[in-house]
């Protein structure tokens, strides 16, 4: 199990910097092997400046980031909801990096497969306003479209869990506690179905 975890939050010291760390602490308690992406921390130009029109050369943290992501064959994205998306340096990161040739191929105008087949990936979003009744039922889960349909599944990643956590303002010491907790559990249940799932698959082969 190659676990790759990545904060979207452009924050070191935020939440979700926080309940990331709790998961990978977890999951490498457990025996996964773990690597870190903090988005916010890679040094690259956001904007995708010329389009498809003309390719852009990667900098050097998109390529190491790109070589997690193939490394990778599971994955955790946690990040915050700000105005029903992602950060804007987390939709520059996918502008710039998730690229034709690199994680998906157009074959026709109609049909496209996804070049990262076989991962799989959870997805962690938390909102500061809103509750996960609201999300669902006044934006129609809006706010996690993008990355779980429009991205990862297009690219060919199995987007197996995609949670949204909130109100946080209203959260209190206890309430982040609990989901602290929670992402200890997560981190548990990831661990024991994927390991295990590698392991069953080397006893076979």
């Known amino acids: 199990m190659n676990l790759l975890v990545i904060n979207g939050h452009p924050n070191p010291t935020s939440l979700n910097a926080t309940l990331t760390q709790t998961y990978i602490e977890t999951a490498q308690a457990l025996g996964a092997t773990v690597r870190y992406l903090a988005i916010g921390e890679l040094h690259f130009n956001p904007n995708l400046q010329y389009g498809y029109a003309k390719r852009m050369e990667l900098e050097p943290d998109l390529l190491r980031a790109l070589d997690d992501i193939y490394w990778s064959t599971h994955q955790v994205w946690i990040h915050p909801m700000w105005w029903v998306g992602m950060p804007a340096i987390m939709k520059g990161f996918f502008d710039r990096l998730f690229l034709p040739g690199l994680v998906f191929k157009h074959h026709t105008s109609i049909h496209t497969e996804g070049l990262l087949q076989g991962k799989t990936a959870r997805i962690i979003v938390t909102m500061g306003d809103l509750s996960p009744e609201i999300h669902q039922s006044v934006y129609h889960a809006s706010g996690s479209i993008p990355l779980k349909e429009g991205i990862l599944a297009y690219c060919g990643v ?39 799932t590698a392991v069953s698959s080397d006893i076979l082969n």
């Open 158 to 196: 199995e987007v197996e869990q995609a949670e949204v956590f909130g109100p946080l303002n209203d959260y209190s010491s206890n309430d982040i506690h609990q989901l602290l907790l929670q992402m200890k559990e997560k981190a548990k249940e990831d661990v024991k179905k994927h390991l295990f």
